[in-house]
């Protein structure tokens, strides 16, 4: 069984910084790229940034210069820095990562896990 756990959402003020972090946890299992979305009420997931198993990134326009995505392979850990916060960066927000499970007849393919999704809040 793998789950991904999210930690540091949280309140700041427009300007302020805040570090996303999603720990992928169980065991025999590969992980393939990464991504994290954002999503607000009533509405379809975005992407906010990816990292791809070789460590390329990509990002959201609105996000670009102002947002790392990183990953810290030893210890199954995406993070996401997030600075010059404002009011628009406001959502949930989910990691997902493609998990494959190398060598286990059972589960051959590729799969898509989510994070719980945590809460970024920032005011004006």
């Known amino acids: 069984q793998v789950q991904l756990v999210e930690s540091g959402g949280g309140s700041v003020e427009s300007g302020g910084s805040l570090t996303l972090s999603c720990k992928v946890m169980?065991?025999?299992?590969?992980?393939?790229?990464m991504n994290w979305y954002r999503q607000g009420p009533s509405l379809a997931r975005q992407v906010v940034a990816s990292?791809?198993?070789?460590?390329?990134?990509n990002y959201r326009d609105s996000v670009k210069g102002r947002f790392t995505i990183s990953k810290d392979s030893a210890k199954n850990t995406l993070y996401l820095h997030m600075k010059n916060l404002n009011p628009e960066d406001t959502d949930t927000y989910y990691c997902?990562?493609?998990?494959?499970?190398?060598?286990?007849?059972?589960?051959?393919?590729?799969?898509?896990?989510w994070g719980q999704g945590t809460q970024v809040t920032v005011s004006s």
């Open positions: 169980g065991s025999l299992f590969n992980i393939g790229s």
């Open positions: 997902n990562a493609e998990i494959f499970f190398p060598g286990n007849p059972y589960y051959s393919g590729t799969y898509d896990y």
């Open positions: 990292i791809s198993n070789t460590g390329t990134t």
